[in-house]
């Protein structure tokens, strides 16, 4: 049906002759919003469907099952549908290795940090032990 051009220009004549033999807006009843709205049914759609001219019987069954039958969408066809895909394996290495190097430069400078403490309070202690030597040196 989408490729006929033929179907296509029928079907467009038969939804404006029934737009504007509808409400203001091609609507014969409520709008959607309304709250006198009211849904129709597979039945009522099928009537319609049914009561289309120039659409083959195996487009029919198509549309009949799609319409008894709908397949809901996965979480996938959601995805592929707007263009947003979930993030890769790749993304979450990327960031896991980022996260690895911050913590790495963080492991480095407090190690550094730590060995200059212990060196500087080793250092003081060296010099203190050195300066009771000398007291002991003198008082002998």
Known sequence: MAEDPLNQQAFAQEVEAAAAAGGPNGFAGAEPGHPDFKMPSADEIWKLVESMDGISDA?????????FNPKLPSPEDFMRQ???????????????????????????????????????ELKKQEKLKSKQQKKAKKSN
């Open 82 to 120: 707007y263009r947003q895909p979930g993030h890769s394996s790749r993304e979450y290495m990327i960031f896991f290795v980022m996260l690895t190097l911050i913590l790495l430069v963080f492991a480095l400078f407090g190690y550094k940090l730590y060995k200059s403490l212990t060196e500087k």
């Open 59 to 67: 487009e029919r069954e198509e549309l009949r099952e799609s319409i």
